[in-house]
């Protein structure tokens, strides 16, 4: 069997190729061959391949090459082949694919309404990108919101999860929280989350002089400014930083200007290709990582699994309401067909060249 699949030079987010492997056509026992059918692609995508050696992304579809690997993306797959009892040809699965045409998991703790893939080269990485849902079983699942969920649903988990921890942390005494990239869908997503009761802190979006008329329309932020305008903030305002953008002279701009009035510095994503220092001592809080699936976890330890769902399915959808909103939608998706169109749209990607209103889904395999 030959599988087409995209790959992605590590360490330049920006170039691809296509290329085709072979796969055994007898499927051993206990494993499952998905058909990928549809996929989401955003800048999510590129902070997966820009932090692929760091935080193991390239290790969940691994490539078989040193120099090339294989970004990880969320959308729909169809079970195609199975040796696994209980699930059937023609399932419907939800969950982190690569971008090829298809995949082999091999499914542990099957339940109704998912499984896990225990293959051994994803052993101890983290298990919310391991988890696969089983549609017919997913609550929040309609065949014709596909789309809108398989782009919104991973940006807004982190989107959500982030406000949550920073109320958690009582913001870390500041008053207001700084997004940078704030036309990028996680970054007003998390600015509708904290403006959400009980609300309690203010908002402040950064983005480039062409997106500020989209992202002030939004209504999502109580100031919005261009990165150049960054001086006009009060430099002793107590203030949290959050950076969806990885630029890293912006980030070294913001430190700078407020210095020990900056409380926290988190580190989301990176839209943008980071230029500057990245390890040079900045005044003010050491930037860190925000790592979405330590916060899943410490949040499903604390609530369990079905109230977890339960408080982010429900905030979702609220914001999806709002996101699709007819006549006024922040959100404008788009289709593409084939992992062809992939190579430039993740090239786009890269390099920032996106419409902040447009949600990018590609067919893969047969549309549904």
């Not at 920073?166 to 007003?188: H, M, N």
């Not at 990165?227 to 949290?240: R, W």
């Not at 609220?318 to 939608?329: E, I, K, N, V, Y």
């Amino acid at each position: 069997m030959r599988v087409q699949r995209l790959l992605t030079r590590k360490g330049d987010a920006s170039v691809h190729r296509l290329d085709a492997v072979e796969l055994d056509a007898a499927l051993p026992p206990g494993q499952l061959q998905l058909a990928v059918s549809r996929v989401a692609i955003t800048t999510n995508n590129i902070t997966y391949a820009l932090f692929g050696e760091q935080m193991h992304y390239w290790q969940f579809f691994p490539s078989g090459d040193p120099d090339w690997g294989i970004v990880p993306v969320w959308g729909f797959a169809d079970v195609v082949a199975s040796t696994v009892p209980g699930i059937a040809v023609g399932e419907r699965i939800y969950g982190y694919l690569p971008l090829a045409e298809q995949l082999r998991v091999q499914p542990a703790r099957v339940t109704a309404e998912g499984f896990v893939d225990a293959a051994a080269h994803r052993a101890g990485l983290p298990a919310v990108y391991n988890r696969y849902v089983r549609c017919a079983a997913d609550a929040d699942y309609c065949r014709d919101d596909e789309d809108a969920l398989m782009i919104v649903r991973p940006l807004f988990t982190t989107a959500y999860l982030l406000g949550d921890f920073l109320r958690e942390q009582s913001f870390f005494g500041a008053t207001q929280v700084i997004l940078s990239s704030a036309s990028s869908k996680t970054a007003y997503a998390t600015a509708w989350c904290l403006k959400q009761p009980p609300g309690g802190i203010d908002v402040v979006g950064l983005t480039s002089a062409a997106n500020r008329d989209f992202v002030r329309a939004l209504g999502c932020y109580d100031r919005v400014l261009s990165y150049d305008e960054v001086a006009s903030l009060a430099p002793t305002t107590p203030s949290v930083y959050a950076d969806f953008s990885g630029s890293a002279a912006q980030r070294a701009r913001l430190h700078g200007h407020f210095g020990d009035a900056l409380r926290h510095s988190a580190v989301i994503g990176a839209t943008q290709f980071s230029v500057g220092p990245k390890e040079a001592p900045l005044p003010g809080a050491k930037p860190t990582f925000f790592f979405t699936p330590d916060q899943v976890r410490r949040r499903i330890e604390a609530w369990g699994p079905a109230e977890f769902q339960r408080r982010l399915v429900g905030s979702q959808r609220l914001f999806l309401s709002r996101a699709l909103q007819t006549g006024d939608p922040w959100l404008r998706i788009e289709r593409h067909r084939g992992l062809e169109a992939a190579v430039s749209l993740m090239a786009q990607m890269a390099k920032g060249k996106v419409d902040p209103r447009a949600g990018h889904a590609l067919v893969v395999g047969a549309a549904r």
